[in-house]
């Protein structure tokens, strides 16, 4: 009879990975949370799979779940306010299994409370018409979140949520009752205070105010100090008079055309080019450089494929990733626009080319040290993902996650042409100030849209589930700015997924030009 060989008993060590934990109330009536573990593989030739045990008394296990071979499993149904104790084994083919892992302590917080009843809103009890009363509340919060304000003005006009002191200015004479109503960063809302009652009347005849004696009351007076000034047709900070004065004494309002400094002469660039030019050089005294306006084209087929107005890139810019192709040729020239708004004539043409990096040798618009395994499915569509067009899946470098952009459910959308995931960001890097935490990295992509100006509907898959709090941010290149996009962006109730529309050439497409194709880098972002 042959020996039976048994199973080395190692100790598999759990991690609680605090990005990873998901803590939330489902429903009022049905309180509930998660947590998610992971831990470090074991290594013997025959392991078979990994059981997750927990309970509320140390060593005391209650509950026994078979997670089968994976090394993260998220376990569903804790209660408010409850500590519980995690442990893991492993098990063989032959189902010989290990003792107990290190034990984990987890303390569910307990349920989420609403604020306090604001208290009656302070503020002045009268006031003539058109004139703003500021009113103040508070609350408090059992919890301890941070609160946002929100009034109702009288008749169901209510302000936006905000700060705890607001103001208001009423048109018709009348009683108006105000109220104020709080919530927390959770959404849970307070009962309404108690209502302030306010007297509008109305005002009498209004006094004209001129301050410079010029005619013009200060009401209509774009500069009410100066008796030489009180219009300003173009809006530039200068007063008509001044202006006309100006364009009188100069015979050349606009800049001079820039000179390109790089990349220049058929230069060989990386697909990530930074354009430069020469100093901003104006004939008209005291004007400096406010805006540049950077435009690239294809030098096969003329095609405008960059096309941004930066105001803090003036003389320096780089071009977005996935914006150029490797291996291409390409022109391109720049605008400079001076503090009073004159643009100047477009420089000359500058010609280059991108490298070939070979980072892509199967041509599937992936980088080849970001594929996923063969058997990925993030949209758990039955399908792998690699088998499909409309669906292309990354490995998110420097994490253990994988993110799919899908094209499936939108119309409008022909092809995704590339997909290239950055670790999270780093200060000093291409990208600055950085807003947060990214646990899935920065996600770019390229897609192609039906026609110039199309509106594509993109849909993105995580291996995992997203932080409750989380937002969807983007980085503005031409700004040197992330934005909020999250209002765009619409999560699945399972968090493992989440929507967002984008235009081409609109906000978020980062050519800056409808020219048939979105360039896009975001993700996920705790701020």
Known sequence: MKAFKPIRRKWVSILVITISIFIGVIASNAKAAQVTLAWDPNTESDLAGYKIHYGTANNNYSVHIDVHNVTTYTVTGLTDGQTYYLAATAYDASGNESGYSNSVTYGVPGANGAPTTPATPSGATSAPVNTAVTFSTSATDPNGDSLEYRYDWGGGVLSSWGAASQARSWAAAGQYSVKAQARDSLKAESAWSAAKTVSITQSSSPVVVD???????????????????????????????????????????????????????????????????????????????????????????????????????????????????????????????????????????????????????????????????????????????????????????????????????????????????????????????????????????????????????????????????????????????WYDFSAAVKFASDRRSATLSLTDGGIGDVDGVANGVIVDPGGICVP
């Open 211 to 481: 301050s410079d004696g010029d005619g013009v009351p200060d009401s209509r007076d774009a500069f009410p100090n100066n008796p030489k000034e009180w219009a300003d047709a173009n809006r530039n900070g200068i007063g008509d008079n001044t202006d006309a004065a100006a364009a009188a004494n100069q015979t050349n309002q606009a800049p001079n055309a820039p000179t390109l400094a790089s990349p220049i002469d058929d230069a060989k660039v990386n697909s990530m080019a930074v354009l430069k030019t020469g100093p901003f050089r104006s004939p008209v005294a005291g004007t400096t450089h406010a805006k540049t306006r950077w435009q690239v084209f294809g030098d096969e087929d003329n095609v405008c494929v960059f096309d941004i107005l930066s105001s803090t890139a003036l003389t320096s810019l780089p071009v977005p990733k996935l914006v150029l192709d490797e291996g291409t040729a390409y022109f391109w020239r720049a605008q400079v626009v001076d503090s009073k708004g004159a643009a100047s004539a477009w420089s000359d043409y500058e010609y280059f080319s991108t490298q070939t990096t070979g980072s892509d040798r199967n041509t599937n618009g992936i980088p080849d040290v970001q594929e996923v395994p063969w058997t990925t499915d993030l949209d758990r569509d039955g399908k792998r993902d690699y088998r499909q067009k409309t669906i292309k899946s990354v490995k998110v470098a420097g994490t253990g996650v994988q993110v799919g952009v899908s094209i499936k459910n939108s119309p409008t959308a022909l092809a995704i042409e590339a997909v290239e995931s950055e670790g999270a960001p780093q200060p000093g890097s291409y990208f600055s100030r950085i807003p947060g935490k990214f646990p899935f990295g920065l996600i770019n992509f390229k897609v192609a849209v039906a026609k110039p100006g199309d509106q594509a509907t993109l849909k993105f898959y995580f291996s995992q589930a997203v932080p409750q709090g989380s937002k969807w941010y983007e980085y503005d290149a031409a700004s040197r700015k």
